[in-house]
């Protein structure tokens, strides 16, 4: 085994994607999507989200095409957006495919049975949102959601995402 004092696979500075790279310069509030029921779930680690003011509220997301997540909820309808926290991380790792899990993602946690989908039970502040549409954006896939409902709980020590990796709350 060989360990590196860098990125191993980091391109050389002058062929960095630059639009890959001004996104990494964003800070970003680390949130997980669920959907389904115990027979067909799937989550995933989101960064890119916003949410949009109205009556009903909504929230953008751009979510990857390929992954199960977007498949359940493009087939349902219907998810459960939850913020995640510092402890958090690992079940942010393992939902975004880039940390074993073993028996998949779901048994790291303990979970609440919604219409919706799954909610991670510890979070504190989540939303259940219904699809209202879908498109294609550059390498994703663009969804609007209505906020069908929020819960706003305290927030301790919020996971954030910043140049490809996960910060600690500041002191």
Same mark, same amino acid.
């Given at each position: 085994?060989?360990?590196? @004092?860098?990125?191993?696979?980091?391109?050389?500075?002058?062929?960095?994607?630059?639009?890959?790279? $001004?996104?990494?310069?964003?800070?970003?509030?680390?949130?997980?999507? @669920?959907?389904?029921?115990?027979?067909?779930?799937?989550?995933?680690?989101?960064?890119?989200?916003?949410?949009?003011?109205?009556?009903?509220?909504?929230?953008?997301? $751009? $979510?990857? #095409?390929?992954?199960?997540? @977007?498949?359940?909820?493009?087939?349902?309808?219907?998810?459960?957006?939850?913020?995640?926290?510092? #402890?958090?991380?690992?079940?942010?790792?393992?939902?975004?495919?880039?940390?074993?899990?073993?028996?998949?993602?779901?048994?790291?946690?303990?979970?609440?049975?919604?219409?919706?989908?799954?909610?991670?039970?510890?979070?504190?502040?989540?939303?259940?949102?219904?699809?209202?549409?879908?498109?294609?954006?550059?390498?994703?896939? $663009?969804?609007?959601?209505?906020?069908?409902?929020?819960?706003?709980?305290?927030?301790?020590?919020?996971?954030?995402?910043?140049?490809?990796?996960?910060?600690? #709350?500041?002191?």
């Amino acid at each position: 085994m060989t360990i590196h @004092t860098s990125h191993p696979f980091l391109e050389p500075e002058g062929d960095r994607d630059p639009v890959r790279r $001004l996104r990494g310069r964003q800070t970003a509030t680390v949130s997980l999507w @669920t959907a389904g029921s115990d027979g067909d779930r799937a989550g995933l680690t989101v960064s890119s989200w916003m949410v949009a003011g109205g009556e009903p509220g909504r929230v953008l997301a $751009l $979510l990857d #095409p390929d992954a199960d997540l @977007t498949d359940v909820l493009l087939d349902t309808g219907r998810a459960v957006l939850q913020l995640l926290s510092w #402890p958090d991380r690992g079940l942010a790792e393992a939902f975004a495919g880039t940390a074993p899990a073993p028996g998949g993602p779901f048994r790291m946690a303990d979970w609440v049975a919604t219409a919706h989908g799954p909610r991670l039970a510890h979070a504190t502040t989540w939303a259940l949102v219904s699809l209202e549409s879908e498109a294609p954006v550059g390498w994703s896939t $663009l969804v609007t959601c209505a906020l069908d409902e929020v819960i706003v709980g305290e927030e301790r020590d919020p996971l954030v995402h910043r140049r490809g990796r996960f910060s600690p #709350p500041s002191a």
